[in-house]
Nanobody, 118 residues
Framework: QVQLVESGGGLVQAGGSLRLSCAAS???????????MGWYRQAPGKQRELVAG??????TNYAESVKGRFTIFRDSARTVNLQMNNLKSEDTAVYYC??????????WGQGTQVTVSS
């Protein structure tokens, strides 16, 4: 099991920026098993959706709605960040960090609230 803790959420005006960070903890064996890390979000009344993901090799993928505005990157094997620029009101959601250690994202953080005011 890998424990994930998110930070960096908050309130920002439309057009502003925020950076989310996620730190993974656990045994070295489990950390080495992380194949990919990603960010999901869930807005009120909506399903959780993938925002961005990054593989161990550095391959990234993004939801169409955030392409060109959000950037996912890793500082180390234990951390993943999401730089969010030009935020829009529709980006308001709880953002969750996730890690894939087996088949799919099987480890989740508690979530951090991002609120964009228009």
């Amino acid at each position: 099991q890998v424990q994930l803790v998110e930070s960096g959420g908050g309130l920002v005006q439309a057009g502003g920026s925020l950076r989310l960070s996620c730190a993974a903890s656990g045994s070295s064996v489990m950390i080495l098993r992380i194949n990919a890390m990603g960010w999901y979000r869930q807005a009120p009344g909506k399903q959780r959706e993938l925002v961005a993901g990054i593989t161990r090799g550095g391959t990234t993928n993004y939801a169409e709605s955030v392409k060109g505005r959000f950037t996912i990157f890793r500082d180390s094997a234990r951390t993943v960040n999401l730089q969010m620029n030009n935020l829009k009101s529709e980006d308001t959601a709880v953002y969750y960090c996730a890690a894939d250690t087996a088949r799919g994202y099987d480890n989740w953080g508690q979530g951090t609230q991002v609120t964009v005011s228009s």
